[in-house]
């Protein structure tokens, strides 16, 4: 079987390239002291992983998700098989990409949660994503290789099969998906960015949740923030200036112990 320039191989491997180009820019505004939410100096002394061990991990996590994104491929039907039986309105695209969106909204906010609320799986498993006390956007994808698979890998496949998305309509939803967890990870407040104008789930929301008092609350990732306010784990919060630039994420409520 072949997967020359296909819609499975494009659905597999443009996600990835796209991860690397979009943070490559970020890590080109990097040095916009006055727009992030922390300094480089914080960022290099509260961060618990170094960057070179950073990108191995998400280049393995990359790998089990590209692997995993073919067999579904495979399993599903070809691009070929898709196109014949399926040409969908745009309101039909439409609603499987809004249908994919909820379901790995819903998939990862209860998996995340309960990788918080679970010891056993925080200790050995949760916590090496949140070595990244001061995220940043290539460490989006920095989890233990298990919590890849179960969070983002089997997430993404559910999306894909509960909404009945192609191979050809999944280039471009996980792409999105990932500029959007990128973008949430990249520790710019940047004015004009669209993800912070349509979404609340944004760089700031998840970056309280990297604090040590965010640690039980903004569990909602990658789009909304509704199970977090249906469920009691919204925790909200202000986007203050701080007195040496840039921005600090305040929040407005108390926090219990």
């Not at 790998?63 to 599903?76: G, M, R």
């Not at 898709?82 to 909204?105: E, G, Y």
């Not at 640690?215 to 199970?227: A, G, L, R």
């Not at 925790?235 to 929040?251: H, I, N, Q, T, V």
Request: glycine share 6%; with cysteine; aromatic share 14%.
């Amino acid at each position: 079987m072949g997967f020359v320039l296909s819609d499975e191989l494009m659905g597999a491997f443009a996600p990835i390239l796209v991860y690397w180009v979009y943070s490559g820019i970020y890590v080109a505004l990097s040095s916009l002291e006055s727009y992030r939410l922390h300094s480089k100096v914080e960022e290099d002394e509260k961060n618990l992983v170094s960057k070179s061990s950073v990108v191995k991990g998400v280049l393995l996590q990359q790998l089990i998700q590209a692997v995993v994104a073919i067999l579904l491929f495979t399993v599903t039907g070809s691009d070929a098989e898709s196109s014949k039986t399926q040409k969908s309105s745009l309101l039909v695209l439409a609603s499987q990409c809004v249908t994919a969106m909820i379901v790995l909204d819903t998939w990862q906010y209860f998996m995340h949660r309960y990788m918080h609320h679970n010891k056993f799986l925080y200790k050995h498993i949760h916590s090496q994503h949140h070595r990244l006390v001061v995220p940043y956007a290539y460490g989006a994808l920095y989890n233990h290789p298990v919590e890849g698979l179960i969070l983002d890998t089997i997430g993404g496949a559910l999306s894909f099969l509960v909404s009945g998305m192609s191979p050809r309509t999944s280039i471009f939803f996980f792409s999105f998906a990932t500029i959007k967890t990128v973008d949430d990870h990249c520790g710019l407040c940047l004015p004009g960015n669209l993800f912070h104008v349509l979404f609340n789930n944004n760089t700031a929301y998840h970056d309280v949740h990297h604090q040590l008092y965010g640690n039980k609350f903004n569990f909602s990732q990658p789009f909304f923030v509704v199970w977090d306010r249906l469920l009691g784990t919204y925790m909200p919060y202000s986007l203050e200036k701080r007195k040496d630039g840039g921005f600090e994420a305040r929040p407005t409520k108390q926090v219990k112990d």
